[in-house]
Each structure stands twice: as structure tokens, then as C-alpha cells.
């Protein structure tokens, strides 16, 4: 059967048995969008006729299962984040290699966008974004426990080192410690001193210091707390968290040029939800760069929740999902997010890199988040059997056997929805769309080299 040019194979229809959907099965949840006009909502496209474009609009989230060479960027990614400026919806984007931002950002522009781009590829130009601004606001703004449970998460995506068999007290001990470090500059030091490079210079005075920091500290606050079991410990103990601590904090701290784009923050965190913007992270290939997209999206689930989505919709594209931190406490927040109109769009090589990040039960509780699939390629058995197994039998076997899902053509797709038959579909690719957008670049500002600001504590 056919709907415009996208094959769908009607299969058995004997009961129990699986078979591709229908097209009316399909209309029956795709909404059909003109790719030359202005749209109400975005979604991904899951087919096309001429020049419409046949896409699922609602809050689902969506994992896309893509190997390098799947064209992911150009049948998916590309398509999607069109729609979603045509929309006039906000956006996160992890643009791995920058073509992202090359191919949109005029258009951003032309649409007025608030755009924050942060080029970690070669930290000369665009945004400035230091993590503990927004936690130090919250701080300020009587919102401490808020800020406190951030920065614990902050403690983990610059500590965490999955690598590390060692026990896990001292990794826990050491984000104890990076805590209660930046509370005592919450509560001592000007906001231009609250950076990495003051943590790591405050926890050096400390440990250089004649005096016991520790008995000058209120004990009931939240900062003796988290300070107490590294400077309040055996002599030992001490120094084994110290070693934890200095090994991991410092490849943030010790980089000149990073440590120059994180000095600051020169846009303003609690209103991403409320205005037209885009965030755009060039990532490029250093693994720090992982910490700081995670730290950055676990701030815009609190921003958005804490100060409203009054654009209505905020997309989150997250290439390099499966190479990132995992996110802590990603269950409830995926599940938070459909009610604060986040939009998820995950993107990752196969099932077993998800499980080497996340461990095989995250993995399915993962998987669970997330309501639609889209097979594009995959070159690991096991995702190809995954996949092959969700898509179901045939009296005569699977619906897609592995041997098909390894050779699936470009821009062809495997689709799985809930309450839905399979979908096996073609899609369009961004090149042969005529989107009435012109491709034009945009100009970054350069990051100025900035005198970074330590706290003393004499």
C-alpha cells in the first residue's frame, strides 16, 4: 500500500499475528503540515506527499535509534528542527559537529530568536555560561533548598567518573565537599568570585590554612554539613577525598580557555521558557563537554519548571545521548517534562551504549520514557534483535528480521508508537524539502578574554 511516496506493507491480517500499519491506521494519529507555511505545532516527520509533510504534533518523547552514516541528521534532526522554528517553538540542540547552527542560524535570526550558542569546539566565540550562576541566583532569591539539591546534581556531572571502580565513598565524600565548598562562597564571596577556578582556589586556601575552616562555620548550616566529613575527618581519609576531589574538579578549572567561557553567564537562565530561544551547544569531541550539556540540561528542566513555558513548547534534541552522563533522577523528569511542554528527542547509536551508560534496568526504565521509536540503522546484534522482536511475528516469522534491519535503505524507517501496529515508512531527507528558508550564517560574538575573579578568604 502506498501514501504518497511512502510504502507501507500491509502484512498478515490474521489475528495475533503482527503486520505493518495502514495508512489509515496512520492517519489516524499523523497531522498533515505544508513544509512552505507557517505550523501551530512541530513533530518529527514520519512521512511525505509532495509538499506535505505527515507528522506526530503531540508532547510524545522520541528515541531514535541511528549508527553513524544513518542520516539521522538530514531525515530526522534537520526536518524536525525546521518545523519547530516554523512553529516559533523554543529549542535545545546538541549540535555535535556545528552544521546544525550553520544551516539554521540566519534563520533564527530572521525569526527572533533568542539564540545562546556555546561553542565548546573552540571556545572563541558565542555565549558565556558559568553553572553556578543560576543555583547562586536561586540561592539569593530565598530558593536554598532549590539550589542546593542543583548543586549536588553539579557535584555529580563534574565528579562522576563511571570508569572508577574504586569505592564509591570517596566519589560521594568529594561532591559532599564541592557542595558545602560553593556554599561558603554563596554565602561570603561577590557574585564575579562564584566560578570553578573559586571552588578549586577556596579548597586550596583551606587546606593550606594554619586554621580549622571548620569551627568558624555555623554547625547548623547546610554549608558545616557538607564540609564536615572532609575537613572534620582522619588525617587520611581526608586526603584520600582530597586526591578524588582535585583529580576531577581541575580539567575544568585548569583550561585557560574554558575556564575563560565559564567564568560568567551572559544570558539569563530564568527566562529561556518565556521567550522565543534557542540553545545551541557545539559540542565537538572533548568528553568534558558531555558534564556541561547534562549540567546544562538538568537547568532548563528547573528553569522551566521553576519560572513557566509561556512559549508553549520547549524541544529538547539531544544528539550524543548515549555518550552523555546519565541524568540524575531522568525517570521523573522525563515523565515531569510532558506536563511543562518539554519535548524530548534522543538520539543514539544502538541500545548498547544506553546500557553502558544507564545499566541494563535504567535502560528499560529509559526505554519506558520514551513513547516512540525510530529505527534508522544499527550495527550491534542486540538492538537489531530488540527492535526486531518490539516489531513482532508473522505465522511465518518475525515482522523484520535482523538481516533486513541491517540493510535497510537510506531514509527508510521502522517505526513503533504505542497502541499502533509497526510502521515501516520513508522519509523525506532535508536536502529535497523546499523549506522557504534561506540559509544564511550567523555571525557569533567573540568571547573576550575576562579577568577571572577569586575569592580570598583572608
Known sequence: MFFGNIMLLKGDDIMNYARWATKEEMLKFLKEVDNNSDIKKSGIPMGYDKNKLYIKDDNSHTI?????G???TQGVMLPQIKLAIKAGE???INDVKGEILDEIGGELKNNNYNIIALDYANLE?????????FPYKLYKNDNKDKAIEMLENIGYYLLHDSNDNSDIFWENTAIEYFVGLVLYLFDKAKEDEINLNSVVSLSEQINNSKENIIDTIDRNSSTYQYLFNTLGTAPETKAGILVTFNQRIKKFATKERLSNAMSKTDFDMTNIGNEKTAIIVISGISSYVNNLITILLDQIFCSVQLYGNKNER????IDEFDS???IVDFYSKFNYARGINIKITAFIKNFTNLNNVYGSKNTELIRMCFDNTIYLLANDLYTLEEVSKLCGNTNKGPLISIEELKTIDFFNEVILVPRMMPIKTKVLPDYEINWNMKKESLELPKLEKNDIKLFNIK
Open 64 to 68: 531514535i535509534i541511528g549508527a553513524p
Open 70 to 72: 544513518s542520516g539521522k
Open 90 to 92: 523554543s529549542l535545545f
Open 125 to 133: 566565540k558565542g555565549n558565556y555560561y558559568n553553572v553556578l550562576t
Open 314 to 317: 520547549f524541544n529538547l534534541v
Open 324 to 326: 552523555l552522563l546519565p
